[in-house]
């Protein structure tokens, strides 16, 4: 086994991007203890210590790496990234011009990436600006303020310095997609949640200890290895479509009479629809919390949703896993529908001369493609549910906080898997012997 792994260092460039992909990696934790300038790093402490870890604030939390309980400069993470992202490919479905540019290739892609990011800067001014507010009137911190000198300049020292880290932060995961291993984003996401698992589980057995002798314990750890094991699994299930190609004969030559698949991952979306849905459910709460109002009708909805969503909340709530196990649902077919066009899948394969036994060309083999999509789509989306909310019914039954949450180990689990391809595909492209294989 260790031959194998050392088959990873023996290839100059893929050593070179290995090794700069830990370096990144290093900085961005380094980027998470650096409090931002002009807070009180007494309460920051005293805020440490107090911290409850469920709620959608936990979730933050553990999404930012830790950094937004010590308020550093990297504490909104990539969150603001990752709005961005959904709010463009939401927009892309219903206004022409962005759908055009996805068409266009590398090209149209660059235009959309940059929009992304004017995009990512503007949502990490508003949400610095609504975290600032937060952080001193206490409603965050549990009635600690750590912003005492709250004065303008104050506030705009500290919302310029967290929007800046946002950009340093999406700046570093494209510099792992150009020159690193690849799949940036989604491994700043993985390392900032695996540098939580110790002090998550270190929590998790301290509450488990008090009501027992650690039977809670053992159980939450089984539970999270048999998770760990069914992601793996469902992720290499897939439908394969017979593709046959007719035979066409051009002088003396006959091309073509091959047949092929393609193959149609259970879980196409990957883990994409767990961000996104985590996402959205973070934004009701940072809108709310983040009005100053007076309002009755207001406060009871802010009530609602600090007690069942956000930083009130002593263990995760049967809303929450409702409201979270729907998003996961319908953002599956949503990004599944996105990444898979049966028409243009139909209209492909017959501009090839190739056609599926048993079904026409054209628009019947496009009803044919959907139909399996939609078929095998409820089962994954339904597995990304419902793995994404069992470590939270376990933390609604027995009234503890389980801050990992189905939706950490998803994606912990899903970018391991597929940054291990891509090195697999660099190591087999060289005649070497795979991690997978």
């Known amino acids: 086994m260790l031959s194998i792994y050392r088959n990873m260092f023996k290839v100059p460039d893929l050593r070179v991007k290995i090794l700069f992909t830990l370096f990144i990696f290093a900085v961005y934790r380094l980027g998470t203890a650096i409090p931002v300038p002009g807070i009180d790093l007494d309460a920051v402490e005293l805020f440490q210590e107090q911290q409850q870890a469920g709620g959608i604030y936990g979730l933050i939390n553990l999404f930012s790496g830790g950094a937004l309980e010590q308020f550093s400069v990297f504490a909104l993470g990539i969150i603001p990234y990752i709005t961005a992202s959904i709010i463009m490919q939401l927009l892309a479905v219903v206004i022409p011009r962005l759908q055009a ?19 990512t800067v503007i949502l990490a001014l508003i949400q610095s600006t609504g975290f600032t507010f937060l952080f001193h009137s206490g409603q965050f911190t549990g009635g600690i303020d750590l912003i005492p000198n709250y004065t303008p300049g104050r506030v705009i020292l500290i919302v310029l310095t967290m929007t800046a880290g946002t950009a340093m932060v999406m700046w570093l995961g494209e510099l792992i997609t150009q020159r690193g291993v690849g799949n940036g984003m989604s491994l700043i996401i993985f390392v900032a949640i695996l540098s939580q698992f110790p002090s998550v589980f270190v929590s998790i057995w301290g509450q488990t200890w008090e009501v027992g002798f650690g039977e809670r314990f053992i159980v939450i750890v089984a539970i999270f290895l048999l998770m760990i094991g069914a992601i793996i ?8 479509i017979p593709i046959q190609f007719a035979k066409r004969v051009r002088g003396r030559r006959v091309m073509g009479g091959q047949s092929t698949y393609i193959p149609l991952k259970v879980n196409t979306a990957g883990v994409i629809p767990v961000i996104f849905a985590t996402s959205v459910l973070l934004i009701p709460s940072l809108i709310i919390t983040a009005i100053p109002s007076d309002a009755a009708w207001l406060q009871a909805i802010f009530r609602w949703i600090d007690t069942n969503l956000g930083s009130g909340a002593n263990a995760v709530s049967w809303w929450y896993i409702g409201i979270l ?5 319908f ?3 949503f990004y599944t529908a996105i990444q898979f066009d049966p028409e243009q899948q139909a ?6 001369g190739g056609f599926i036994p048993g079904v026409r060309p054209g628009r019947q083999t496009s009803r044919h493609l959907g139909h ?8 994954g989306s339904i597995f990304l549910a419902t793995i994404s909310i069992l470590p939270a019914i376990a933390g609604a039954v027995w009234n503890i906080q389980i801050a990992f949450s189905g939706v950490s180990i998803l ?3 899903g970018v391991a898997l597929e940054t291990m ?10 005649n070497y012997e795979g991690i997978l294989t």
Request: hydrophobic share 40%; proline share 2%.
């Open 347 to 352: 209209e492909m394969i017959q501009r090839q």
């Open 372 to 379: 399996i999509l939609n078929r095998i789509t409820l089962p």
């Open 101 to 119: 540019l996805q068409e266009e290739g590398e090209s149209g892609r660059k235009v959309i990436t940059q929009w992304t990011r004017y995009l």
């Open 233 to 240: 699994y469902v992720d290499q299930g897939q439908r394969r």
């Open 325 to 329: 196990f729907a998003l996961i649902v």
């Open 331 to 333: 953002f599956t077919y």
């Open 411 to 413: 994606i912990v689990v």
């Open 421 to 430: 391809k891509q090195i697999e595909s660099q190591l087999t492209m060289r």
